[in-house]
């Protein structure tokens, strides 16, 4: 069997963090299930989309013109066929859909919108991206997590796979997440899509998206219908924090900022894994009291071999050498630690996730 390798890719950019909010009553508590498995997160998704109710809305940094995107969409435009109301924004500079695939989704009932377009009135917006990754059904459940749609986020990708994680959530953070993203899609950040395309563009868009959707079924990489409840057997545990950066900036915390609230809060361990670290001088700075206080802290990031992102790596090796002397903890990732069953493991992880005493936060 050829071996697939799986380089690293992070949980979740700091545009959204799901928070297990440890002090809060477990009254008002959360259903969570972490998705490891990326069959098991596309599976997820895909129940998520056909067991929805009211509405649906997505929310993605990247998408790929293939099968997973593809078979997202055949779900997206299935729910508003039911009457569903379904909304997708993408952010503009990585979308890889045609014109032709999103004015058919527009003309079957989905609203898509892209985030920051090009524009020379918004010179700006081709540095400020949206990272999101999160999909959100009837105020009620979501997932959230670093996967893109995208084939090489769920290990269908012949050449390279990425590891990350995802979580399922249901309860009142669900909320949370959809009223991001209604302000999101009210804003000015977001435009709609414009294009003029052939009836016969269109008819093609629909059979990729079938084709898409029976190919996966076939290889039993999903099920439909499986009327699968992902609450099921799961206590309602702690409440979550939905956090995520404001949508204009400066006006509200950025998830870095929330981030080093809650570890400020540790009391014995401190563990993080991811990708890169940049650390701020507030980070840094927390660090060394949280050192002084006797809470341990670990790190565990990529090497040079495992690493995709260059720059961001060179860029916290110049922090890497006084954090250690001053007794953080540092593990370096060269190989992944487990891959999907029949797949190799290749370079290193990028999941990105914190742990508080024991608890696991993100």
């Not at 997708?88 to 609203?111: C, K, Q, T, W």
């Not at 899609?185 to 003029?196: E, F, G, Q, Y």
């Not at 650390?279 to 040079?304: C, D, H, W, Y």
Request: charged content about 25%.
């Amino acid at each position: 069997m050829k071996k697939i390798p799986w380089i690293p890719l992070r949980l979740m950019a700091l545009s959204i963090f799901v928070v297990l909010a440890v002090f809060a009553s477990p009254a008002r508590g959360d259903v969570y299930r972490i998705l490891e498995d990326p069959q098991e997160a596309a599976q997820a998704r895909v129940d998520l989309i056909q067991q929805a109710k009211v509405e649906v809305d997505a929310l993605y940094f990247l998408a790929r013109n293939d099968r997973i995107t593809q078979t997202a969409l055949s779900l997206l435009r299935d729910a508003s066929r039911r009457g569903i109301r379904v909304r997708l924004i993408v952010d503009a500079r990585f979308n890889h859909l045609p014109g032709s695939m999103l004015v058919y989704l527009r003309d079957e009932g989905v609203a898509v919108r892209v985030y920051h377009p090009f524009s020379f009135r918004h010179l700006p917006w081709i540095f400020r991206r949206m990272h999101d990754k999160v999909v959100v059904a009837d105020d009620k459940r979501y997932v959230a997590g670093g996967r893109n749609l995208d084939e090489a986020y769920f290990g269908l990708n012949p050449k390279r796979n990425y590891i990350d994680r995802d979580v399922y959530i249901e309860g009142p953070s669900a909320a949370d997440a959809d009223l991001h993203f209604d302000q999101l899609w009210a804003s000015r950040h977001v435009a709609d899509i414009h294009a003029i395309v052939s009836q016969s563009e269109k008819d093609q868009a629909a059979r990729l998206l079938d084709a898409a959707r029976s190919s996966l079924a076939a290889r039993g990489f999903v099920r439909f219908d499986t009327g699968t409840d992902w609450s099921a057997g799961r206590p309602r545990q702690i409440p979550v924090r939905f956090l995520h950066d404001p949508i204009d900036a400066g006006k509200g915390p950025r998830v870095a900022e929330s981030l080093t609230a809650v570890f400020d809060t540790a009391k014995q361990s401190i563990v993080i894994e991811t990708p890169y670290l940049i650390p701020s001088r507030l980070f840094i700075n927390l660090i060394a009291r949280k050192l002084q206080e006797g809470v341990s802290i670990r790190i565990i990031t990529n090497s040079m071999k495992s690493t995709d992102g260059l720059l961001p790596q060179v860029a916290y090796l110049r922090y890497r050498r006084n954090l250690v002397r001053w007794g953080v903890s540092y593990s370096r990732t060269s190989t992944c630690t487990s891959a999907m069953p029949g797949r190799s493991p290749g370079a290193g992880t990028r999941l990105e996730t914190s742990t508080i005493r024991g608890r696991p936060w993100g």
